[in-house]
C-alpha cells in the first residue's frame, strides 16, 4: 500500500488565489511529517515539518501544514499564492530507516 | 550553510558504459542517500548509507552499487547503463541515526544512457 498518497498531480491556481495540497499518509509510516518544495532545475528544499506537539505548522514563504490524525491527512496550504511558488511540491513521511515520498504535485501559478 | 554538491548537473552516457555519480556533503552528516526522480512516480530509494563503508538497499537497487570511504563522499555507480536508468538523480543527507531529521538535497544530476 502507498505510504504517502498526493491525490492530485497537478493544480493550477490564480495569483493571489488560496491554494490547498493534499497528502494522506498511511498508518505503516511514523507521523514525522514533512513537505518539500522543488523549484525547476533544483533539488528538493524543506518546507515544513511537524515532529510533535501543535497540529498547525508553519513553514517558509507563508506555507502552512496542518495535521489531522483522524484523517491521516497532512494538507499544505497558503492564504494568497505569488507567480513564484510555481514548484513541485512533495508530501513525505519517515519509514523505519528513510523518508517515502509522495508522487509530488506540481503547483502552477497563474498570472 | 548546508551544502550537498552533486559533481555533474548533466550528463550523458551510452548503454553498457559503468557510469559515476558523486555527491559531497559539507555538514558531517552520518547518514546519506541517493534516490532517482522520476515523472509520475516521485522519489524512490536507490541506497542509502549510515557510516562510512556501511550501506543499505533501497527500494529500487538492481542495477546500481554504491560505495562510500569517506564520510563527506557518497557516489552511486550504473555498472552497466541501461536506457531505463535514463532519470533525475538526487543526493540527500542527513543527521545520524535521527530520521526524523530533515534531509538536505543536492541540486540533482540529469543522467541520459543512450
Known amino acids: 500500500a502507498q505510504s504517502v498518497t498526493q491525490l492530485d498531480s497537478q493544480v493550477p491556481v490564480f495569483e493571489e488565489a488560496p491554494v490547498e495540497l493534499r497528502c494522506n499518509y498511511s498508518?505503516?509510516?511514523?507521523?514525522?511529517l514533512f513537505w518539500y518544495v522543488q523549484y525547476p532545475n533544483q533539488g528538493l528544499q524543506l518546507l515544513l515539518k511537524?515532529?510533535?506537539?501543535?497540529?498547525l505548522v508553519k513553514g517558509i514563504n507563508g506555507f502552512e501544514a496542518e495535521f489531522n490524525k483522524s484523517q491521516t491527512s497532512f494538507h499544505l496550504r497558503k492564504p494568497s499564492v505569488h507567480i513564484s511558488d510555481t514548484a513541485e511540491y512533495f508530501c513525505a513521511a519517515r519509514g523505519a530507516n528513510n523518508l517515502f515520498f509522495g508522487t509530488g504535485t506540481r503547483l502552477t501559478v497563474i498570472p | 550553510d548546508v551544502k550537498v554538491t552533486q559533481s555533474s548537473r548533466y550528463l550523458v552516457k551510452r548503454t553498457g558504459e559503468k557510469v559515476f555519480l558523486e555527491c559531497v556533503q559539507d555538514m558531517d552528516h552520518e547518514n546519506m542517500f541517493w534516490y532517482r526522480q522520476d515523472p509520475g512516480l516521485g522519489l524512490r530509494l536507490i541506497y542509502f548509507?549510515?557510516?562510512?563503508?556501511?550501506?543499505e538497499k533501497g527500494d529500487i537497487p538492481e542495477g546500481y552499487s554504491v560505495s562510500r570511504e569517506k564520510k563527506e563522499r557518497f557516489s552511486l555507480i550504473l555498472e552497466s547503463a541501461s536506457t531505463n536508468q535514463t532519470s533525475m538523480y538526487l543526493c540527500?543527507?542527513?543527521?545520524?541515526?535521527?530520521?526524523?531529521?530533515?534531509?538536505?538535497f543536492g541540486d540533482g544530476t540529469r543522467l541520459s544512457i543512450l
Open positions: 548509507s549510515y557510516d562510512v563503508k556501511m550501506k
Open positions: 511537524y515532529l510533535s506537539g501543535s497540529t
Open positions: 498508518s505503516s509510516v511514523s507521523v514525522y
Open positions: 540527500a543527507s542527513s543527521l545520524a541515526r535521527r530520521f526524523y531529521q530533515p534531509q538536505h
